[in-house]
């Protein structure tokens, strides 16, 4: 048995959605959730700058005294995944990996669709996992840059349903009929996404499959906590702590009261 708590990260709000499905699964477990609001989105910048701030995040969490670390931005983890492995103690769990597992096990046509940020489509991680489980999978990807500002500004509205519409297209004329939401943000709007796909396209999110992934992770390791318990969740941004738990209190029904601002060069300070 391991008491510690795991640490999750994201640039934003969008990880609160894989909390949310790691508080379904292991409502045992304490959390500490620390979102990048202050510098949040990462789609638009370059994967040295995104590997730069994912590192100071995680190590930032680890210096915290977190048993485990979950990357829940596939932005980060497009971007960081190998490198934040490779300097941190604690082992790290990321989106990314577990819902191109889940497509590849739902495509019954063997065309698969992606929707991501700009950064995380540039990076190719998708289609070389995708590849690596199923090599005959074709892959249709589309960056979305417009979808994370409109989602942290406030979430559903017409704008963000043209825009699910203009990037949905592409996926259509290609005939998929599975597609990843590929960012953490997106499940914030879940109901907008499946009302535009409708019923036969199968969506595949990466907070569900992560938090499947969080919990066999424990399992295997011998670290899970006592059961029989409640957990505790503590929250961090770096941005605004009540537009922060404006979000999470709207989207997902989670009390984010007492969110602790953490400035910038505290992190920086940790990861040097
Ligand atoms: N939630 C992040 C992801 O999963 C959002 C990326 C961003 O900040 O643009 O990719």
């Not at 190590?59 to 497009?78: D, H, I, W």
């Not at 739902?106 to 700009?118: P, Q």
């Not at 589309?142 to 500002?149: N, R, T």
């Amino acid at each position: 048995m391991d008491s510690r708590p795991i640490g999750i990260f994201d640039s934003g709000a969008g990880g609160l959605t894989v909390l949310h499905e790691c508080l379904v699964t292991l409502p045992h477990e304490d959390f500490v959730y620390l979102g990048d609001g202050e510098r949040c989105p990462y789609g638009p910048r370059e994967a040295e700058e995104i590997r730069r701030f994912a590192l100071e995040l995680a190590s930032y969490l680890e210096r915290s005294g977190v048993k485990l670390v979950v990357a829940a931005c596939n932005t980060a983890a497009a971007a960081a995944l190998p490198y934040l492995q490779e300097r941190l103690e604690v082992p790290v769990v990321a989106v990314l990996a577990p819902e191109a597992h889940a497509a590849v096990q739902a495509t019954r046509n063997r065309r698969v669709g992606v929707l991501a940020t700009e950064a995380t489509i540039e990076s190719g991680r998708y289609a070389d996992v995708i590849h690596t489980l199923d090599a005959g999978v074709e892959v249709v990807s589309v960056a979305c840059p417009k979808l994370v500002p409109l989602i942290e500004a406030g979430g559903p509205n017409d704008e963000l349903l043209a825009a699910v519409r203009e990037y949905a297209e592409p996926l259509r004329d290609a005939q998929v009929d599975t597609v990843v939401l590929g960012c953490t943000h997106y499940p914030l709007v879940r109901p907008v996404f499946e009302r535009v796909f409708g019923r036969g396209t199968t969506l595949v999110f990466s907070a569900d499959e992560t938090a499947r992934e969080v919990a066999e992770t424990l399992h295997r390791k011998g670290v899970g906590n006592d059961s029989a318990r409640h957990g505790e969740t503590t929250f961090l941004t770096t941005g605004s702590p009540a537009e922060f738990a404006a979000l999470g209190e709207r989207f997902l029904q989670l009390p984010v009261a007492g969110a602790r601002r953490v400035a910038l060069d505290e992190l920086a300070f940790e990861a040097a």
